[in-house]
């Protein structure tokens, strides 16, 4: 089971960036597909975006089409969030998932491989 840590949340003003890490451990990173969810408050988890294995194929939700990019460095067991234009409905905790289920059109999650999450918040 891979352990995985976020980083690289905070608060910033609407129409700021910020980039968010996971840092994966160990040997078998590269064989497996990564996904970005996010839970704001009250609300349920949601996905974000995902990334294939070798990174060559990514996949967005609609509300962050065009200002969220996905990538991963597979020498550094790490996947990156690139946030961009944020939004005040961007605000919540964003977690990163392990070895889910990766399509073209599609990212369902491993139940067993989350991070522990990181706070974004966006003020208006």
């Known amino acids: 089971q891979v352990q995985l840590v976020e980083s690289g949340g905070g608060l910033v003003q609407a129409g700021g960036s910020l980039r968010l890490s996971c840092a994966a451990s160990?040997?078998?990173?590269?064989?497996?597909?990564m996904g970005w969810f996010r839970q704001a408050p009250g609300k349920e988890r949601e996905f974000v975006a995902g990334?294939?294995?070798?990174?060559?194929?990514?996949l967005y939700a609609d509300s962050v089409k065009g200002r969220f990019t996905i990538s991963r460095d597979n020498a550094k067991n790490t996947v990156y969030l690139q946030m961009i234009n944020l939004k005040p409905e961007d605000t919540a905790v964003y977690y990163c998932?392990?070895?889910?289920?990766?399509?073209?059109?599609?990212?369902?999650?491993?139940?067993?491989?989350w991070g522990q999450g990181t706070q974004v918040t966006v003020s208006s």
């Open positions: 990334i294939s294995w070798s990174g060559s194929s990514t």
């Open positions: 160990g040997r078998t990173f590269s064989t497996y597909s």
């Open positions: 998932n392990a070895g889910g289920s990766y399509s073209g059109s599609n990212y369902v999650p491993s139940l067993r491989s």
